[in-house]
């Protein structure tokens, strides 16, 4: 393959469009949608988006500010002064922050905020090294650099220093910038630094498995933007890396010298489990689909294909969440989901989307996107208040009033030490548009309901899409098809797990109770039969303008039963309707959660409700509560209503209980609370 060096694409000789049709590669079967050419309209998603522009972003950029972010890298480019925040790695929630506002960008122009992030990019700029090195902890005073970096460059890479951590959020951050704004000035800061890392790393150089991982994810996207070969190899190379490392102590039970901590125990292509840190572990993930994609590397995709097989079959919460353990941030064993210390770390659930749909362009499978949508509603803006600026980094599935768990956030913080988890936020929220629709050829797939347009090409010809509807409080979904000229080609609409009376693509959790509603699917107004393939409805047809498709998802309220091996959930429930969890809030229920009952035969009634916690469906019940009467040192039951918010919403009202998992018997009530050891966390 001739080598298409990146200087030809940034100096305008060569488009990113001319570039890619001139190279010859493997890449993913199916394409996903520019989110620059997916225009949203959505009740439930766009009232966030803008909540993460008009709020979120300016706040991120604000405490960057604040806490001396921004300054470490002034004090870089005068090569004077002292590190002035707490981890090397806080250079990334800048990066963070500008790839946030350039896909916000695209969805509501800002020129004052255009100015400030050209005047940022400008102190990244002068914070750069001659040789493309990046890295304020170290450049600010080389001979006293961060502890957690050491005494040269690159040599704690494995363990602390996140050297190039800082580099791989760069380059997202810099190729998101190129691609909503069309400026090259972040991206030739990331192509200088990854043209260092590639002279420095690789075969017959230095080598290391990044201690944690997305330079490789990173690497990916500017190989994508350049076609500049190294950036791939060099990508592959980190990933080739893993399992030679021989300085871990396999015996520990100390996380931090276990090689799995960091996917280090073994090489990647005999890696069969989800394990180690789990925000680490998803970025690599998503990693070894993307080499795989573009190498056609069958070990690697075998491996992926194995670990994510693990993840949603033992080790995925009901909400989408992932890394039970609070020590190590991590995986835990087989089935080990505590719901009263789990930690579900907000970025997990950030890399998870960026993991699951990388799958489902690999594959083509709807249960990618199944579980995508799981996290994007429940376990992943959880991680955000209604207010767009309080933040959890865990995100507990159970609050006590009896138990003060060290490692359990009852409420949202509006910063961290450690922020990589409002940042995460503040990037993935404005992105969304992009995992809406997906394209193979004449294969147009609908994989997220979101009101809104795209604008796309099937073949030569222009289609516009249109979608309307009120998901995900209601089930009818209407589709316009407006081609500019008549058009043959698939539209595949997905048919969510949950409609079909599956509750998770594996026998992780089911639905206590067959659904009683199937899913029906019009064209035009006439009923239509059709194929199905791999969980998508597929609509063949010669496409005129104005062609409605209808389809009507059920949306019956669920029970949730785990498998019997999560010992946690022996004997609850928990509650579903449509994608969306909910969760049982002491602000609701007489100022408890934990004590009310849910048997098999409870009845739900749903209720929107416009003007609590921005508008939710609510769902009401008459169960049994159990009530304590410690003067009489008695037990007894009562009936009372409980009523039910989506999980996504709770913490929202201030601090009280909260449980998602309900008894279904009062012998399954759990009313002491055990104190676990304390354990230390973060990044």
Same mark, same amino acid.
């Given at each position: 393959?001739?080598?298409?060096?990146?200087?030809?694409?940034?100096?305008?000789?060569?488009?990113?469009?001319?570039?890619?049709?001139?190279?010859?590669?493997? /890449?993913?079967?199916?394409?996903?949608?520019?989110?620059?050419?997916?225009?949203?309209?959505?009740?439930?998603?766009?009232?966030?988006?803008?909540?993460?522009?008009?709020?979120?972003?300016?706040?991120?950029?604000?405490?960057?500010?604040?806490?001396?972010?921004?300054?470490?890298?002034?004090?870089?480019?005068? =090569?004077?002064?002292?590190?002035?925040?707490?981890?090397?790695?806080?250079?990334?929630?800048?990066?963070?922050?500008?790839?946030?506002?350039?896909?916000?960008?695209?969805?509501?122009?800002?020129?004052?905020?255009?100015?400030?992030?050209?005047?940022?990019?400008?102190?990244?700029?002068?914070?750069?090294?001659?040789?493309?090195?990046?890295?304020?902890? =170290?450049?600010?005073?080389?001979?006293?650099?961060?502890?957690?970096?050491?005494?040269?460059?690159?040599?704690?890479?494995?363990?602390?220093?996140?050297?190039?951590?800082?580099?791989?959020?760069?380059?997202?951050?810099?190729?998101?910038?190129?691609?909503?704004?069309?400026?090259?000035?972040?991206?030739?800061?990331?192509?200088?630094?990854?043209?260092?890392?590639?002279?420095?790393?690789?075969?017959?150089?230095?080598?290391?498995?990044?201690?944690?991982?997305?330079?490789?994810?990173?690497?990916?996207?500017?190989?994508?933007?350049?076609?500049?070969?190294?950036?791939?190899?060099?990508?592959?190379?980190?990933?080739?890396?893993?399992?030679?490392?021989?300085?871990?102590?396999?015996?520990?039970?100390?996380?931090?010298?276990?090689?799995?901590?960091?996917?280090?125990?073994?090489?990647?292509?005999?890696?069969?489990?989800?394990?180690?840190?789990?925000?680490?572990?998803?970025?690599?993930?998503?990693?070894?689909?993307?080499?795989?994609?573009?190498?056609?590397?069958?070990?690697?995709?075998?491996?992926?294909?194995?670990?994510?097989?693990?993840?949603?079959?033992?080790?995925?919460?009901?909400?989408?969440?992932?890394?039970?353990?609070?020590?190590?941030?991590?995986?835990?064993?087989?089935?080990?989901?505590?719901?009263?210390?789990?930690?579900?770390?907000?970025?997990?659930?950030?890399?998870?989307?960026?993991?699951?749909?990388?799958?489902?362009?690999?594959?083509?499978?709807?249960?990618?996107? /199944?579980?995508?949508?799981?996290?994007?509603?429940?376990?992943?803006?959880?991680?955000?208040?209604?207010?767009?600026?309080?933040?959890?980094?865990?995100?507990?599935?159970?609050?006590?009033?009896?138990?003060?768990?060290?490692?359990?956030?009852?409420?949202?913080?509006?910063?961290?030490?450690?922020?990589?988890?409002?940042?995460?936020?503040?990037?993935?929220?404005?992105?969304?548009?992009?995992?809406?629709?997906?394209?193979?050829?004449?294969?147009?797939?609908?994989?997220?309901?979101?009101?809104?347009?795209?604008?796309?090409?099937?073949?030569?010809?222009?289609?516009?899409?249109?979608?309307?509807?009120?998901?995900?409080?209601?089930?009818?979904?209407?589709?316009?098809?407006?081609?500019?000229?008549?058009?043959?080609?698939?539209?595949?609409?997905?048919?969510?797990?949950?409609?079909?009376?599956?509750?998770?693509?594996?026998?992780?959790?089911?639905?206590?109770?067959?659904?009683?509603?199937?899913?029906?699917?019009?064209?035009?107004?006439?009923?239509?039969?059709?194929?199905?393939?791999?969980?998508?409805?597929?609509?063949?047809?010669?496409?005129?303008?104005?062609?409605?498709?209808?389809?009507?998802?059920?949306?019956?309220?669920?029970?949730?039963?785990?498998?019997?091996?999560?010992?946690?959930?022996?004997?609850?429930?928990?509650?579903?309707?449509?994608?969306?969890?909910?969760?049982?809030?002491?602000?609701?229920?007489?100022?408890?959660?934990?004590?009310?009952?849910?048997?098999?035969?409870?009845?739900?009634?749903?209720?929107?409700?416009?003007?609590?916690?921005?508008?939710?469906?609510?769902?009401?019940?008459?169960?049994?509560?159990?009530?304590?009467?410690?003067?009489?040192?008695?037990?007894?039951?009562?009936?009372?209503?409980?009523?039910?918010?989506?999980?996504?919403?709770?913490?929202?009202?201030?601090?009280?209980?909260?449980?998602?998992?309900?008894?279904?018997?009062?012998?399954?009530?759990?009313?002491?609370?055990?104190?676990?050891?304390?354990?230390?966390?973060?990044?």
């Amino acid at each position: 393959m001739k080598c298409i060096f990146p200087s030809l694409a940034l100096a305008g000789l060569l488009t990113t469009p001319a570039l890619a049709q001139s190279i010859k590669r493997s /890449d993913y079967p199916i394409q996903a949608v520019s989110f620059t050419k997916v225009k949203l309209a959505d009740n439930f998603w766009l009232p966030r988006l803008k909540t993460n522009t008009d709020v979120t972003i300016p706040a991120s950029f604000q405490r960057c500010e604040a806490t001396n972010r921004v300054k470490n890298f002034e004090m870089a480019a005068a =090569r004077q002064g002292k590190f002035a925040t707490i981890f090397p790695f806080d250079d990334t929630d800048i990066y963070k922050t500008i790839e946030g506002a350039s896909y916000s960008l695209k969805l509501y122009p800002d020129e004052k905020l255009d100015e400030y992030m050209d005047a940022l990019i400008q102190k990244v700029a002068a914070a750069q090294e001659p040789d493309g090195y990046l890295y304020t902890a =170290r450049t600010i005073d080389p001979a006293h650099p961060h502890e957690w970096a050491g005494p040269e460059r690159w040599v704690k890479e494995r363990e602390l220093s996140h050297e190039l951590y800082n580099s791989g959020h760069l380059y997202e951050a810099a190729v998101a910038h190129y691609e909503a704004t069309g400026k090259k000035n972040l991206l030739s800061i990331a192509l200088k630094n990854a043209d260092l890392v590639c002279s420095v790393f690789g075969p017959g150089k230095r080598g290391v498995a990044p201690g944690h991982e997305i330079v490789e994810m990173g690497l990916v996207k500017l190989y994508r933007v350049t076609g500049k070969p190294e950036y791939l190899s060099t990508a592959k190379f980190f990933l080739e890396e893993r399992g030679k490392y021989k300085g871990y102590d396999p015996k520990s039970p100390d996380a931090w010298k276990n090689g799995s901590y960091w996917q280090d125990h073994k090489p990647v292509v005999e890696q069969r489990e989800a394990e180690g840190h789990a925000v680490r572990a998803e970025y690599l993930y998503s990693a070894m689909a993307d080499v795989a994609a573009l190498t056609g590397d069958q070990k690697l995709l075998a491996a992926v294909d194995s670990i994510w097989q693990n993840m949603v079959s033992k080790k995925l919460y009901v909400t989408g969440g992932t890394g039970a353990v609070p020590g190590g941030e991590r995986f835990g064993g087989n089935y080990e989901l505590p719901n009263t210390t789990a930690y579900n770390e907000t970025c997990a659930s950030v890399a998870n989307v960026y993991w699951n749909q990388r799958m489902f362009q690999l594959h083509g499978d709807s249960k990618y996107v /199944d579980v995508m949508e799981k996290v994007l509603y429940n376990g992943l803006i959880s991680g955000v208040g209604l207010d767009g600026k309080s933040f959890f980094y865990s995100n507990a599935m159970q609050i006590k009033n009896s138990t003060s768990f060290p490692q359990t956030e009852p409420q949202r913080a509006g910063w961290f030490d450690c922020s990589c988890c409002p940042t995460n936020m503040a990037r993935l929220m404005p992105s969304l548009p992009g995992y809406v629709y997906a394209q193979k050829g004449n294969d147009v797939y609908a994989n997220l309901f979101i009101s809104g347009t795209t604008d796309l090409k099937v073949g030569t010809k222009a289609v516009r899409i249109t979608q309307q509807n009120n998901y995900p409080w209601q089930g009818d979904l209407k589709f316009t098809v407006s081609p500019a000229a008549t058009t043959d080609f698939n539209l595949l609409v997905r048919l969510p797990g949950w409609a079909q009376g599956e509750a998770i693509p594996s026998d992780l959790y089911r639905f206590a109770t067959p659904a009683t509603e199937k899913i029906s699917i019009t064209v035009n107004g006439k009923p239509v039969q059709y194929t199905t393939r791999q969980g998508y409805a597929v609509l063949p047809r010669k496409w005129r303008r104005g062609d409605v498709v209808e389809v009507k998802l059920p949306m019956d309220v669920r029970q949730v039963v785990a498998n019997p091996k999560v010992q946690d959930n022996l004997g609850r429930v928990a509650l579903q309707r449509g994608p969306v969890v909910y969760c049982a809030e002491w602000k609701d229920n007489n100022g408890k959660a934990s004590n009310l009952i849910v048997p098999a035969a409870t009845s739900f009634t749903t209720r929107y409700q416009p003007a609590e916690l921005n508008g939710i469906m609510q769902l009401q019940a008459t169960v049994p509560a159990v009530q304590v009467d410690a003067a009489n040192n008695s037990i007894s039951t009562t009936r009372q209503t409980l009523t039910a918010i989506p999980y996504y919403a709770w913490a929202n009202r201030g601090k009280g209980e909260m449980v998602v998992w309900f008894p279904q018997q009062i012998t399954d009530v759990d009313l002491v609370s055990r104190q676990p050891k304390e354990v230390t966390v973060g990044k």
